[in-house]
């Protein structure tokens, strides 16, 4: 029988990024990443009885899959929040902190949140199911050069002008409400081979733009500085090139664009090293298993 955490989400890099995490039995981590709760289960189960965890997901579907431990508490939040809802639980600072971005599989396989053109929907995508602002907000008031700029940016949506024309055009027809109908409208632009490919990249980059995925990326690496204590670790897994880069300007450089800020004598005030060399990638086997493991990036870094 499948778990109840494993339908909903199956964790990618599970023992790969719990053992960068290298969690010791007393410790206090973060996993700001909630969802079906598979790398919360194997954190707390190297944890011992005076360790702790706190999880973060403002996603309300994923509160079902909160295990029954007096070790563990769940934050129904942005993780941009973390440092003060750390220091409100009186967790802060802690031995390290664990990060699986993007979506996960529960959020794509249910057709009534809009993350997938698989199925025809209501145009939502929005993570937190609070939140006003929608994918169909979005491309129905954005003007053409705004939604060019955003699907460029978080799409890297070959010919992203053409497409914002064709939704400019094809919402003054009539509102565009639903995943089936922004599909309908754009697959035209494609070829047959590299139809999926376009869908993939507008889609991701409504996804991104409803959520603020990057601005809470950068709260969350910027606080994460104060949040991990020396010593400790920061593990972040990511999908796609934005996010990576990011990360592995942060852990390299200590700032988001890369730019290594060094004191009057030359040393770096970067507050992360880089632990465990390149980014480790899903192995063969996982990627078959697991096909939304296959663009993976996990990197690591130890707080100096």
């Known amino acids: 029988m499948r778990t109840p955490q494993a339908t909903y989400h199956e964790p990618v890099l599970l023992k790969e990024s719990i053992d960068a995490l290298a969690v010791r039995p007393d410790g206090v981590y973060a996993d700001v990443t909630f969802g079906g ?3 919360s289960r194997a954190i707390l189960d190297r944890l011992g009885p005076r360790g702790a965890l706190v ?3 403002r996603d309300a579907d994923a509160r079902a899959n909160a295990p029954d431990d007096k070790r563990f508490s769940l934050v129904a939040s942005n993780f941009r929040w ?5 220091r409100f639980l009186g967790k802060f600072p802690v031995d390290g902190l664990l990060a699986d971005l993007g979506v996960s599989s529960h959020q794509f396989d249910t057709a009534d949140r809009g993350f997938s053109f698989r199925f025809d929907a209501p145009l939502d995508m929005r993570m937190n199911q609070r939140a006003k ?4 907000d979005l491309v129905n008031t954005l003007d053409e050069q705004a939604l060019t700029a955003l699907l460029r940016k978080y799409g890297e949506v070959d010919q992203a002008h053409r497409v914002a024309r064709t939704i400019t055009a094809g919402r003054a027809r009539a509102p565009i409400t639903s995943t089936g109908q922004l599909a309908a409208l754009l697959r035209p632009l494609a070829r047959p081979a590299e139809e999926h490919s376009l869908l993939a990249q507008v889609f991701q980059a409504l996804r991104i733009a ?3 995925e990057m601005g809470a990326l950068e709260q969350l690496l910027l ?5 991990v204590k020396p010593g400790g670790r920061l593990v972040v897994i990511s999908y796609h090139s934005l996010e990576d880069r990011m990360v592995k300007n942060w ?6 664009d890369g730019t290594e800020e060094k004191d009057l004598y030359g040393n770096s005030l970067r507050p992360f090293k880089p632990a465990g060399g390149k980014a480790v990638q899903p192995t063969v086997e996982e990627k078959q ?15 100096q």
């Not at 298993?289 to 707080?303: F, G, I, Q, V, W």
């Open 82 to 86: 973390i440092a003060n809802h750390l």
């Open 289 to 303: 298993r697991n096909p939304r493991a296959r663009s993976a990036r996990m990197r690591t870094a130890e707080r």
């Open 133 to 136: 602002r929608t994918a169909a």
């Open 223 to 227: 606080a994460s500085a104060a949040v």
């Open 210 to 212: 409803v959520n603020d």
């Open 251 to 256: 852990m390299r450089a200590g700032s988001l």
């Open 55 to 57: 999880a973060f997901d």
């Open 37 to 39: 709760g598979g790398h």
